[in-house]
């Protein structure tokens, strides 16, 4: 769910409702880590963004990631956390748990809601200027996305290993190509750079260049409330997002608790229920044709 803005201030939200004080001071204390984890793993995607076969290892991780199984994924990268230990890290993976469950959430009705990547694109955007809008009385089209993800690219080295890690344990023998994150924001912010209140000239050559993209950047233009205001049914989604903010905050104290040798591992991996990012329960059929497209897309070099 490549939404910028819903992820960044749905988990801004769900900061101010963290109730454990240590738990709060890490993420304030790391701030553009917490927000950055909030993105997940949708950075990725923007790697190269206007060439499907371009950096196709790096995005297919995401495409894996998005549909790995929570019990495992979220669990190899609560052990991860604990034994790399930083606050920067685990500030990082707190805002990730919120980005899970808002995925899981919202993406069940947001693929029941459209029928194209595009038209999916199309609502995501049409959910930032709505939701900033009635929840924040913010204008989305005042928001600079490029200026602002340049920013999250802080301790970049830590959080790339991080993602190396989770890529070749989750998947076996997957390495994701070096400084992957620090690349993809990049092109991330390059490419929201023309959205930003683009001129007549601008929309006009997003447009051509649209065609041949893989991604419809043109989608990312945020639009006026007014325009995209009676086109969905918001208020079931601005209910998802408070159910995703709760659990996260819920997910983020068990991961603590973790950390500090109060719970044992067998806690989460129930906790995290078989939901994808996607909205989908995992079931192994699902599971093994993400394996297979996946390798035969990205073959391991040896
Ligand atoms: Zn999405
Ligand atoms: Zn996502």
Redesign the pocket.
């Known amino acids: ?2 939404a910028y803005l819903t ?1 960044k201030l749905a988990s801004t939200a769900a900061f101010e409702a963290i109730e454990n004080k240590q738990i709060k001071q890490i993420a304030a204390d790391h701030m553009p880590e917490y927000l950055s984890g909030a993105q ?3 950075f990725v995607y923007f790697d190269h963004f206007y060439l499907l076969p371009a950096s196709y290892k790096t995005k297919v991780y ?1 495409w894996l990631a ?1 549909r790995a199984r929570p019990a495992q994924y979220l669990v190899k990268a609560t052990e991860y956390v604990k034994s790399h230990y930083s606050d920067t890290l685990a500030a990082y993976f707190f805002g990730f748990l919120h ?1 899970y469950c808002l ?1 899981k959430y919202l993406h069940a009705h947001v693929y029941k809601d459209s029928d194209s990547l595009s038209s999916h694109t199309y609502l995501e955007q049409a959910l930032d200027v709505m939701y900033a809008d009635e929840h924040f009385h913010l204008d989305a089209r005042e928001v600079n996305r490029a200026t602002e993800l340049l920013k999250l690219i802080t301790n970049a080295d830590e959080i790339n290993a991080f993602h190396e890690h989770m890529a070749a344990a989750v998947y076996e023998g997957y390495t994701l190509p070096p400084r992957s994150l620090q690349r993809s924001y990049k092109w991330w912010a390059w490419g929201m750079k023309p959205t930003y209140k683009p001129s007549r000239l601008t929309r006009f050559f997003l447009r051509i260049f649209n065609i041949f993209l893989s991604f419809d950047i043109y989608a990312f233009i945020y639009k006026k409330k007014e325009e995209v205001q009676g086109l969905h049914d918001y208020d079931k989604y601005f209910k998802l997002i408070r159910k995703a903010n709760d659990e996260s905050i819920c997910y983020m104290q068990m991961v603590f608790d973790y950390i500090h040798g109060k719970r044992h591992i067998s806690v989460l991996e129930s906790a995290f229920y078989n939901i994808s ?1 996607l909205g989908r329960p995992i079931v192994s059929r699902e599971e093994r044709k993400a394996f297979r497209r996946a390798y035969r897309k990205a073959p391991i070099i040896k």
């Open positions: 769910m490549p992820h997940g793993t949708d995401g998005h980005h995925d990012c």
